[in-house]
């Protein structure tokens, strides 16, 4: 009898113990779900602004900027520096128009996103000078060389306030050869050797791991593209939630100090010059506008980049103000302070 009633007594332990646990398990997920939830309130915005696709619209690089930053109200930007711009011959490296742009951040007060690298935004992503062969170790030496030329020239520049090296290095896509870890991790520390300044690095929001990068960078910004085009399959749309956005940005924060949206697509999609008509994929209206923003809104991330001032700028020159006033409407009611 004593046995069954002690017998009894463990039984009921292993039970209540099952149960605080589940129990446990239970309210921490609610906590983490309520954490991941966590709206806010205003989302900063800004802009990625490329020399090279303004010009491939026929715009004047400088003038486009200052007109799209000031027309708009832009108080962050994303700019590219294109390797094939600057070194002008192997080791000769000109700044004269980066520095240009730079003055008219400053005087603007914005805060500046420096992507550096050997891959940078806009297509074919790499632009690499024509007197440099794609043999690997030589162009690993070329790029470290440009790096540290390019940093050691801007870092006089208060409004950097951040380093993005490379853009999506891990993810294929672009004109490009492939980057090593190795090279990726002599470049990162020769950035921060060079300057104190915070790394962004970048991925696919919706086709590569987030963390690949985790190691390497201070601040991790994705990419948020509602559709694409492959010239095989045609218009893809991807399945992706606001909520995936959120629960992954929620666990990758416990490895780096924040992410934020670094690309979030906000323009139509072409498969060549965008000037051509015929090379449309994919059109985007002022309807898409609204609701890409209100799905990035509610992702809860910290500051959005958006993809395509340079396009909206270029319609609007040409009477087509939809996508213009939209951005307008946008930067009104959110801005980068």
Known sequence: MKYWRNHRIRGWREYAAVLALMLTTLICSAMLLCFALVSVPQTPLGITYSSKYAESLGLDPQTAFTEIVDDLGVTSVRLPVYWSDVEVAEGQYDFTRLDAMLDAAAARDLSVTLAIGMKVPRWPECFIPSFYTTDASTLDAAVLRYV??????????????????????FFPYGECPSVSTERLQQEVALVQALDSRPILMTVSGEQEPWLNVASLSDEIGVSMYRFAYQKRIGP???????MYYRLHAFMTRFFVRDVIVSELQMEPWFTGNPQDESSLNVAFSEKDFVTHLQFAM?????EVLLWGAEWWYYEHLRGNNALWNAAIDAFAKNSLE
């Open 148 to 169: 540290q030329a390019l940093v050691m020239h801007t870092r006089q520049y208060d409004v950097i306030t951040r380093w993005q090296v490379e853009n999506e290095p």
């Open 298 to 302: 509610n992702t809860g991330m910290s």
């Open 236 to 242: 893809i749309t991807f399945p992706h939630t606001p």
